[in-house]
Structure formats: structure tokens, C-alpha cells
């Protein structure tokens, strides 16, 4: 593949996803990361992309940013920023390669939900993915050997996922490998939080329903607390993150024995 060609392909994959590795393109052209780099450098001088610690966000269409949702004041979110933007897609990148062939999987409605959809449908197969988000289950259908499966229940909107008794019902019926979770608040003490009543219910099903719980969040979600708990921290096996996260904060998580993998 020539200079010319590989500098295409990757505006076409900005055109799709909101932020790629230099690792991530390395492995995909087969050549070497100073490759890329270079490449990367001559598209930045020409105003194509925009360069990041590790990678590149195109300069032409923005990342598509989701709706911002509640915080703990009951508040909505300001919009969401590049740097926070970035973040949500490195933590569904790095989530992303947890997922094995063959699984079942939960993807909980949420920031960075529909990123990891699309990185799973780009690097996937022979997976069932369940979900309470419309956006999820919307990327995946018709993606071939994924079987895409709603939970059904009350819509909140399309960003907000489905909640309510039906959605319950279905995931007290469900046994998976792994649940990628959401949580507005994460505290140490009072655990994961949300603002949403609604929520409550359909996030510990999910939770029970699954081997392994994988908490996805963004750094700066740790030491806030949302309305009232639906699970103590310690439910959580394994939290991705953005590499922002304090030292501190980590030293915390690990001593209640969950892995904190960093983005």
C-alpha cells in the first residue's frame, strides 16, 4: 500500500470513529509506528487531522459527541468536551479487546455505549450482544455472526436506554460472560451511584445476571456521588479508564481488589 493510499484509509476510518492509536493503525497497515507517525504529521501540516498523545481525531467533522447526561446535582452535563470525547473513545478501545469470541455480552446504555458497539462491529464476530440502549442494538443489527438482542422496557429516549419492568424481566432470564456498565457517580465508600430511580432495578440485573462486571468511566466520575447507590463498588471486577485517573485514586481501587485498566 502506498503513502497516498494509507493516508486515505485513514481519513475514511476519522470519517467513522472519533479517535484511532497509532498502535491501532500500525497493526492495520502492517508497518511500523514511526510509519504511521510520519503519516500522521504530514496530515496534521495539512489540516486533515488533528494529532493526540497517541493518536489523531479528524479535524474535518468532529467526533460525534453524545448528549450530555445528568450528574449528581441534577444538573445537565455541559457539552462534552474533546479531551473528554477522546477519552470515551480510548475506554472503548481499550474495553473492546476484552471481549473474546464467542461470548455473551451486556452493554449497559450510556457515554461511550455506542463507540464500543462500533468497535466491536469492526473487530467482532461470533458474539451475542444484549442491550437497554437503541443505539447499540441499532449499530450491531444486521452485522454478520453478531446477534444484537433489546432488552425491551420503558424508552427514556434514545441515548437514555430502556428501563423499567420488562427490561428487568428480560435480564433476570439472562446468564452472560461480561457486563459493560455505566455509573454517573463512583465513590469508594458509597459505591455506584445514579440519578435515575429508573435505573436502579435494570443496572443490578444486570449485574447478577453476569460472571464478570466491567465498569467503563470517565476519570473524572470517580469521587462524585448521584443520587442513591444501585451496587457497592466491590460488584465491579474490572474498571476501564482514562489514563488521567489520579494515582491515588487507583491505589484505592486496587486495594478492594479490582483491576484498573487505564485508556
Do not use: C, W
Not at 15 to 34: C, G, N, W
Not at 68 to 88: A, D, K, M, Q, Y
Not at 241 to 259: C, D, F, H, K, N
Amino acid at each position: 500500500m502506498t503513502k497516498e493510499e494509507r493516508q486515505a484509509t485513514i481519513r475514511k476510518m476519522l470519517e467513522e470513529e472519533p479517535f484511532v492509536t497509532v498502535a491501532e493503525l500500525a497493526a492495520r497497515f502492517d508497518t511500523s509506528e514511526s510509519t504511521i507517525r510520519r503519516d500522521l504529521a504530514e496530515m496534521a501540516l495539512e489540516g486533515v487531522i488533528r494529532r493526540t498523545h497517541g493518536g489523531a481525531i479528524s479535524q474535518i467533522t468532529s467526533p460525534e459527541v453524545e448528549p450530555s447526561f445528568p450528574e449528581h446535582t441534577g444538573e445537565l452535563r455541559p457539552e462534552v468536551s474533546r479531551s473528554e470525547t477522546e477519552e470515551l473513545a480510548r475506554i472503548a478501545i481499550t474495553s473492546s479487546r476484552l471481549v473474546n469470541e464467542g461470548e455473551t455480552i451486556i452493554i449497559d446504555a450510556g457515554p461511550g455505549a455506542l463507540q464500543l458497539a462500533r468497535r466491536i462491529k469492526a473487530t467482532r464476530s461470533n458474539l451475542a450482544v444484549l442491550t437497554n440502549s437503541i443505539e447499540v442494538a441499532l449499530e450491531l443489527s444486521g452485522v454478520f455472526g453478531v446477534s444484537a438482542i433489546l432488552t425491551g422496557g420503558l424508552v427514556r429516549g434514545l441515548q437514555g436506554g430502556l428501563a423499567g419492568y420488562v427490561a428487568e424481566q428480560t435480564l433476570k432470564g439472562m446468564h452472560v460472560d461480561k457486563v459493560f456498565l455505566t455509573a454517573p457517580g463512583i465513590d469508594p465508600t458509597r459505591g455506584l451511584t445514579t440519578s435515575h430511580l429508573e435505573e436502579i432495578s435494570i443496572k443490578q440485573a444486570m449485574i447478577q445476571s453476569a460472571r464478570e462486571v466491567i465498569l467503563l468511566a470517565e476519570h473524572h466520575l470517580f469521587g462524585k456521588v448521584a443520587l442513591v447507590p444501585f451496587a457497592p463498588l466491590s460488584a465491579v471486577h474490572k474498571i476501564v479508564t482514562g489514563r488521567e485517573l489520579p494515582a491515588a485514586a487507583i491505589s484505592v481501587i486496587a486495594r478492594m481488589g479490582i483491576e484498573t485498566i487505564l485508556a
